[in-house]
């Protein structure tokens, strides 16, 4: 199993029976290839529509059929599609369970930057700005480091997507959820230990008294 895959499948069990979630583009798009058989999660798509079904296999790809990331995708029974101003009233209307994001950095306050490196370019915001604003539960999925540097942080550095908005942090080294006295570990990935996640992150880490190892 990748990296890619073993968080995608952690944040797959991080969702509810009956939840609308909104997935990022990049990695969080993974999550939908990993619901349990006869789990019901509503995906939905900033583009406009729900029912958001895992990636289609090769050669079978509709080309009018695409995520907000503009990747190929399929659509479930029930599915539905509407224009942007719909799609967005469902957002910010707090119509959402849960949205999982990539994340260019994370600090332990919750503030999230994703869109923007100054003198770069980068894909832009898409809705990430009103998703982490209007979804209920905020859950960051990403590689703890880039290039061996911590994206996990005392304080972004980057400009924000939102202060104050992130949940909870799934990486391939743990689980962290975010915390009044900061981030918490909370399970521990296959083959780490809580040193090698500490020297890994330049923010603080907590450590929960009943630390699990991440199940996926």
Not at 38 to 55: C, H, I, K, R, Y
Not at 57 to 83: R, S
Not at 170 to 197: A, N, S, Y
């Amino acid at each position: 199993m990748n990296v890619k895959e073993l968080i995608a499948r952690r944040v797959a069990k991080e969702l509810k029976d009956g939840d609308v979630v909104n997935l990022g583009i990049g990695l969080p798009t993974m999550v939908a290839n990993y619901i349990p058989e006869g789990m019901d999660v509503t995906f939905q798509s900033e583009n406009g529509f729900v029912g958001l079904g895992p990636a289609p296999e090769e050669g079978k790809e509709d080309k009018d059929l695409v995520n907000a990331g503009g990747l190929p995708v399929t659509i479930k029974a029930g599915g539905a599609f509407f224009d942007s101003a719909e799609s967005f009233g469902i957002i910010r209307g707090g119509h959402v369970d849960a949205t999982v994001l990539g994340a260019l950095q994370v600090d332990e306050k919750g503030n999230l930057a994703n869109w923007m490196i100054p003198g770069k370019m980068v894909p832009g915001m898409g809705g990430a700005m009103d998703l982490v604003v209007g979804a209920k539960k905020v859950i960051v999925a990403m590689t703890h480091t880039a290039k061996g540097n911590p994206k996990i942080l005392k304080e972004c550095k980057l400009p924000l997507t939102a202060a104050g908005q992130v949940d909870m942090i799934i990486t391939e080294m743990g689980v962290m959820e975010v915390t009044d006295k900061g981030l918490l570990l909370t399970e521990i990935g296959p083959e780490v230990t809580v040193e090698d996640i500490k020297a890994a992150t330049e923010a603080d880490i907590l450590v929960a008294k009943d630390l699990k190892k991440m199940e996926v």
